[in-house]
């Protein structure tokens, strides 16, 4: 089993839709949880923390639920500008060190 | 502030050859990581240097990678001889120490534009 669990999409959404992502991990020791979003042919970057208390940033919510070791993002009000692969990304803490754990992206198409 | 610069952007090579990918973290960064991406699936953790030390390279595939930062800045990392299997996309990204202003800043990492490596 994969250590983190994403539908590879692609989500074909209209503008102004509203669009959820859902992400599922398998380390029950994982500290921390991220959003990053990825264009095409270009880096990982960080969209936003993760918390279990949820958290909003502008059109974009985010949630954990570590009882049942899943993580959400919503958009609200899509725009073109939002497509794009969203990767859900948990962070280890390990007595090696630490690093973060992708999932394989999810697929957002943002459609006039 | 400059970010996370690799070189080069692309690199195709034949199988057998020898690729060298670099990598210039922010300034200040202890932290300096190496992922890869191979075609269709995720993005791998290969190695994490804290300074100039190998914190973790558990990631790393076989022998024929060697990742190096000597002096605790730029580090490079080099595939010998490459195989197919090889090709992807190789980032590379930085963070502060645990103990730098930000609580959280270990966590946050900036990544690179990455290195593109095909091996024919």
């Known amino acids: 089993r994969k250590e983190v669990e994403q539908d590879p999409g692609p989500f074909n959404v209209p503008e102004g839709a509203t669009v959820a992502f859902n992400c599922t991990y398998s380390?029950?020791?994982?500290?921390?949880f991220f959003w990053y979003r990825q264009d095409c042919r270009k880096e990982p970057k960080l969209l936003m923390s993760?918390?279990?208390s949820g958290n909003e940033d502008g059109r974009f919510t985010a949630q954990l639920n570590r009882a049942s070791q899943y993580i959400s993002l919503l958009i609200r009000d899509s725009k073109l500008s939002d497509s794009a692969t969203y990767l859900c990304?948990?962070?280890?803490?390990?007595?090696?060190?630490?690093?973060?754990?992708f999932g394989t992206g999810t697929q957002l198409k943002v459609e006039l | 502030e400059a970010g996370v610069t690799q070189f080069p952007s692309h690199s195709v090579i034949e199988k057998g050859q020898t690729v060298t990918l670099r990598c210039d973290p922010i300034s200040g960064h202890d932290n300096l990581y190496w992922y890869r991406r191979v075609m269709g699936k995720e993005i791998k953790f290969l190695l994490h240097?804290?300074?100039?030390?190998?914190?973790?390279e558990s990631g790393m595939p076989n022998n024929r990678f060697l990742a190096e930062r000597t002096g605790g800045t730029y580090s490079t990392l080099k595939v010998q001889p490459a195989e197919l299997e090889d090709s992807g996309v190789y980032f590379c990204?930085?963070?502060?120490?645990?103990?730098?202003?930000?609580?959280?800043?270990?966590?946050?990492?900036?990544f690179g534009a990455g290195s593109r490596l095909t091996v024919l």
């Open positions: 990304v948990l962070y280890i803490l390990t007595g090696g060190g630490n690093k973060l754990t």
């Open positions: 240097f804290v300074k100039e030390s190998k914190q973790d």
């Open positions: 993760v918390y279990s």
């Open positions: 990204a930085s963070s502060i120490s645990a103990g730098g202003s930000s609580g959280s800043g270990a966590n946050v990492l900036t």
């Open positions: 380390n029950s020791a994982s500290q921390s």
